[in-house]
């Protein structure tokens, strides 16, 4: 069965450093792998997907992220974090059409 | 363009007591998900929807909840009768699914369901 793991809770980070939101994976297939951002009383928002191809993807807001199939990890990163990136964050992992399975979460605090 | 639609925003009841919720996706979507999400966690996959067909509801407690998209359009979650255990957030995702492919999902805002 496919799965995703956050492994951190929360991360924090100051404002203008980089920042990393870590994700692993276990599929039996080839993944499908998606970031999600919910903002409080918001409902979630894509951010990036890796298919196929390059393994690093950039997405919305200056974020991307790097697929690396030895590690089974799709980590987020951001070279410089702001203030108004602080949020709750979501991996995904899609094996099988269109089957997902979401991580518990990782709240992004960037501190000013 | 319009996002996808959910309403209520928010419904409390007692225990026992019937509640439904509303879902209108993007415009062209043709599937359609529910979401259960606790508090702290990440969304669990309720139900799924290629058009008006349900693919995938296999998480889906039959014994007292029920969805239906009739039209492939907008859709209905139904829980009957409510137990406590059932207060979470209730997500509505759509996408537009083409050949196979891994598109990304759009989100309601979500109905907070507290049940008493």
């Known amino acids: 069965a496919q799965s995703v793991a956050q492994p951190e809770d929360q991360v924090n980070v100051a404002e203008g450093n980089p920042l990393t939101v870590k994700c692993t994976y276990s599929?039996?297939?080839?993944?499908?792998l998606f970031w999600y951002v919910q903002y409080p009383n918001r409902g979630l928002q894509f951010l990036l997907k890796?298919?196929?191809?390059?393994?690093l993807v950039k997405g919305s807001y200056g974020f991307e992220a790097e697929f690396n199939k030895s590690q089974t990890s799709f980590h987020l990163k951001k070279p410089s974090a702001l203030v108004s990136d602080s949020a709750l964050y979501f991996c995904a992992v899609i094996e099988g059409y269109q089957k997902v399975t979401f991580g518990t979460g990782t709240k992004l605090q960037v501190i000013p | 363009e319009a996002g996808v639609v959910q309403s209520p925003r928010y419904k409390i009841i007692e225990k026992k007591q019937p509640v439904a919720f509303w879902c209108n996706p993007i415009s062209g979507h043709n599937t359609l998900y529910w979401y259960l999400q606790n508090l702290g966690q990440g969304p669990e996959l309720l139900i799924r929807?290629?058009?008006?067909?349900?693919?995938?509801d296999s998480q889906l407690p039959k014994d007292r909840f029920s969805a239906e998209r009739l039209k492939g359009v907008d859709s209905t979650l139904k829980i009957q009768p409510a137990e406590l255990g059932d207060s979470a957030v209730y997500l509505c995702?759509?996408?537009?699914?083409?050949?196979?492919?891994?598109?990304?999902?759009?989100f309601g805002p979500g109905t907070r369901l507290t049940v008493l």
């Open positions: 995702a759509s996408s537009l699914s083409t050949g196979g492919s891994y598109n990304e999902q759009f």
């Open positions: 890796y298919i196929t191809g390059d393994n």
């Open positions: 599929v039996s297939g080839n993944p499908y």
């Open positions: 929807y290629e058009n008006e067909e349900a693919v995938d």
